[in-house]
């Protein structure tokens, strides 16, 4: 299991961009950590081994998923630049289309970043998108009639340092405790608060970590994040290279003393450990917490020319954590980046399989 750590201090580094698939005295809330210290050991859910239904296929890098008041399922597909709608009735609809995206990023210059993540906040639509390539990289937007996007934060300076603005934000939730939302920066290691305004600030920011018989420290990565039942913020951590098993975790963030942030001891504990590459995570309605790993040998995919051939090769999974139990949901999925749950279903975007499944929730 790996123990808890403290943190508040950030590794400033003079990077351009950091690609990331995508790193207590005072407890009110007592989190239960489990940690899944051998694959072999986890139990398994009956359905976890059975085909999934492909729920829409033919996308390019589908990622944030969420669902609106209709039922309609919205996918950010960060390779397309577009917003998709899938109704209930499984017609596909565009949204959005030529959003704000970067060419030439990843192995060989051959993928693309865009839309990550979206909110959808009174009446409106927000969209998160990654990676510094120019001025509409690394930033937030809202949907107009006319000209289609408008920015809601500024531009940012890429030499600048990471404190308090984008790097490569991945993924976003409403956070009405900021006045706007709480978005997941792995670029900077940290959760930065965005105010309706577009006024970014550091909300927590995560410390390195040491693995036994890594020599570098760790980076802890943010990934994925949700809000809890219990009206917490509940992030996936990615971890940073070599993306060691099973030191990926998923942690529990809350302002306890109201003064706007959650970086005082007690406002951040892990809550799941013993993962590994953790890229999503999502409450169900029964209060089932479901944990997307990107990929079991996360180096290796990481390592590869070719991101569609090598997480094929090496697929990742979901784990479903309730009561303190951990156990294997979906078995196989290639790249698990986004997730999306309902009291019957599980959504699940397997990005560089372009396509989006889904799994029934017993």
Do not use: C
């Given at each position: 299991m790996i123990q808890p750590r403290k943190f508040f201090t950030r590794n400033l580094q003079s990077l351009f961009f950091r690609v990331a698939i995508v790193g207590s005295l005072l407890v009110i809330f007592v989190a239960v950590a489990c940690s899944?210290?051998?694959?072999?050991?986890l139990p398994v859910h009956d359905a976890a081994d059975a085909e999934r239904e492909v729920f829409v296929d033919g996308l390019t890098s589908p990622r944030g998923l969420i669902m609106d008041s209709e039922g309609n399922l919205l996918i950010a597909e960060v390779g397309g630049g577009r917003l998709l709608k899938v109704t209930p009735a499984g017609e596909l609809q565009e949204i959005a289309t030529k959003l704000p995206h970067a060419l030439n990023t990843g192995p060989e210059n051959a993928y693309r970043a865009g839309p990550s993540a979206i909110s959808l906040l009174d009446?409106?639509?927000?969209?998160?998108?990654?990676?510094?390539?120019?001025?509409?990289?690394?930033?937030?937007?809202?949907?107009?009639?006319?000209?289609?996007?408008?920015?809601?934060?500024?531009?940012?300076?890429?030499?600048?340092?990471?404190?308090n603005?984008?790097?490569?934000?991945?993924?976003?939730?409403?956070?009405?405790?900021?006045?706007?939302?709480?978005?997941?920066?792995?670029?900077?290691?940290?959760?930065?608060?965005?105010?309706?305004?577009?006024?970014?600030?550091?909300?927590?920011?995560?410390?390195?970590?040491?693995?036994?018989?890594?020599?570098?420290?760790?980076?802890?990565?943010?990934?994925?994040?949700?809000?809890?039942?219990?009206?917490?913020?509940?992030?996936?951590?990615?971890?940073?290279?070599?993306?060691?098993?099973?030191?990926?975790?998923?942690?529990?963030?809350?302002d306890l003393n109201n003064d706007g942030d959650a970086m005082d001891?007690?406002?951040?504990?892990?809550?799941?450990?013993?993962?590994?590459?953790?890229?999503?995570?999502?409450?169900?309605?029964?209060?089932?917490?479901?944990?997307?790993?990107?990929?079991?040998?996360?180096?290796?995919v990481f390592s590869s020319t070719d991101y569609s051939e090598s997480s094929a090769a090496h697929p990742g999974r979901v784990l479903a954590w309730k009561d303190g139990?951990?156990?294997?949901?979906?078995?196989?999925?290639?790249?698990p980046t986004g997730l999306w749950a309902t009291d019957s279903t599980l959504y699940i975007s397997e990005e560089y399989a372009g396509k989006v499944t889904k799994q029934p929730i017993n």
């Open positions: 899944s210290e051998s694959d072999d050991k009446g409106e639509t927000y969209f998160i998108t990654g990676e510094f390539r120019g001025s509409f990289s690394s930033r937030m937007f809202v949907l107009t009639d006319e000209p289609g996007f408008e920015p809601v934060t500024d531009a940012i300076d890429p030499y600048a340092p990471l404190s603005r984008f790097s490569n934000p991945y993924d976003i939730v409403d956070a009405p405790e900021v006045g706007g939302w709480v978005v997941a920066e792995p670029g900077g290691n940290s959760l930065l608060a965005v105010d309706r305004d577009g006024t970014v600030r550091d909300y927590i920011v995560f410390e390195n970590f040491e693995v036994p018989d890594v020599e570098l420290p760790i980076e802890t990565v943010p990934t994925g994040i949700t809000r809890g039942p219990d009206g917490a913020l509940y992030v996936g951590i990615l971890t940073g290279w070599p993306h060691p098993k099973g030191a990926a975790s998923v942690w529990r963030v809350e001891e007690g406002e951040a504990t892990e809550y799941v450990t013993g993962l590994t590459a953790v890229t999503d995570v999502i409450f169900g309605t029964d209060g089932t917490l479901y944990i997307a790993e990107y990929s079991l040998d996360t180096q290796t139990e951990l156990g294997v949901f979906v078995s196989s999925a290639v790249s």
